[in-house]
Each structure stands twice: as structure tokens, then as C-alpha cells.
């Protein structure tokens, strides 16, 4: 695992949350109006990134970012069925954390195991959803108590884990955590483009 020095995660947070380009001289210097929610110099975002080809488990760290959710999980995953990751998923659902999900529908269809899994979580209680619309749906992240992040590459298989190159962040930061949760509901309240998934 390593910490990130503030230089780093300020060029990683922006490119993750806003897209924009670490040369870019045109965003604002603090915040205000005009960042939309991006990190700006002189963050204390707290970030750690994890890469698998480093041995540095990045799985072990969003298994415990959901074992250690207290109020709320909301779920952007294109593939899920890695187990670890899925019993978290249903115990957290099971202690009272309130729990969300979006995946994509052409895998939720077309790949047994993820299929397995979305019906086991579902039977947990926990509500999911799919996209509608002609793209994926391929994000991968996760907001835990609206104040912590899981962002990268990675999906929730148990190839990524042991075979892929993949890289997690994990941020530690309201404002970043805030930008993420809204472009969730966003999603989540678009019915156009989202569906209750059937199974």
C-alpha cells in the first residue's frame, strides 16, 4: 500500500473526479462555485493507492472499507462476483447498512457467476440496478458513509484480484466523497437510463 504525497493526489483526485488535465491552468486555486467539487491545491485528502502487480491487495482494502461501513454503501461496479467482496456485501445489508447497487445489465445477464451473486445480494435485501441505455455502465466505485471512496480499475472478480493489473484509490475526503455520492444519485434516480434489475 502506498500514501500518496499531496502533489500526486491532487493530479490523481482530479483526473478521477473531474477528468481534467493536471496541466491545466485554468482550474480555480481554492474552492468555490466554479470547482465542482474537484480537489485543488492544498487538499488534505487523504489517498492511498494499491496496485495489484505490486502484491499490495486492493481487494483486502474494499472488503474492509465495507466491513467498516456504518451507515451506507452505495455500489458502482461493471463486474461482480468475487466472494470476499460479496459475503461483505450482503453482511453489511444484514447488519442494517443501508446498501445500493448498479452493475451493468449485459453482464448481470450473460455471466453466470455475477448473476449468482447480484441474486444473493438481492436476497439480502439490498436493491439493484441496471443500465437501460445502449452504453456500459462501467464504472467502479463505491461511497462508503459518504465519506470515504473506492475508485480505480478494478472490477469485483476474482480475476482482478489474482490475475489483472489493476489499481484502487481510496480517498478519504467529504468533498470528494460528495461529488461521487451526487453523480451516484444521479444515476439512481434516472429512470430513462436505469431499471430495477429482474434477474
Not at 502533489?7 to 488535465?21: F, K
Not at 493536471?22 to 467539487?37: L, V
Not at 499490495?56 to 474494499?62: F, G, K, R, V
Amino acid at each position: 500500500m502506498r500514501v500518496i504525497n499531496s502533489s500526486v493526489s491532487v493530479i490523481l483526485l482530479c483526473a478521477a473526479v473531474t477528468g481534467c488535465s493536471a496541466a491545466s491552468e485554468e482550474q480555480p486555486k481554492q474552492g468555490g462555485s466554479g470547482n465542482n467539487g474537484g480537489v485543488t491545491e492544498g487538499s488534505t485528502a487523504d489517498v492511498q493507492a494499491l496496485f495489484t502487480s505490486e502484491g499490495e491487495h486492493p481487494e483486502e482494502a474494499i472488503v474492509q472499507l465495507i466491513v467498516e461501513a456504518k451507515s451506507s454503501l452505495d455500489i458502482a461496479v461493471y463486474s461482480i462476483s468475487y466472494e470476499p467482496i460479496v459475503t461483505a456485501i450482503i453482511d453489511a445489508a444484514e447488519r442494517g447498512v443501508q446498501v445500493r447497487l448498479i452493475t451493468d445489465q449485459g453482464h448481470a445477464e450473460e455471466k453466470g457467476k455475477q448473476k449468482k451473486a447480484l441474486k444473493m445480494i438481492r436476497e439480502a435485501g439490498v436493491p439493484i440496478k441496471v443500465n437501460a441505455h445502449e452504453g456500459k455502465m462501467h464504472l467502479k466505485m463505491l461511497i462508503a458513509d459518504q465519506s470515504r471512496v473506492e475508485a480505480g480499475s478494478m472490477n469485483y472478480l476474482e480475476s482482478s484480484a489474482q490475475e489483472n493489473d489493476d489499481v484502487v484509490l481510496i480517498i478519504k475526503d467529504a468533498a470528494v466523497a460528495a461529488k461521487f455520492e451526487k453523480t451516484f444519485s444521479h444515476l439512481w434516480d434516472d429512470a430513462d437510463r436505469f431499471t430495477d434489475w429482474k434477474g
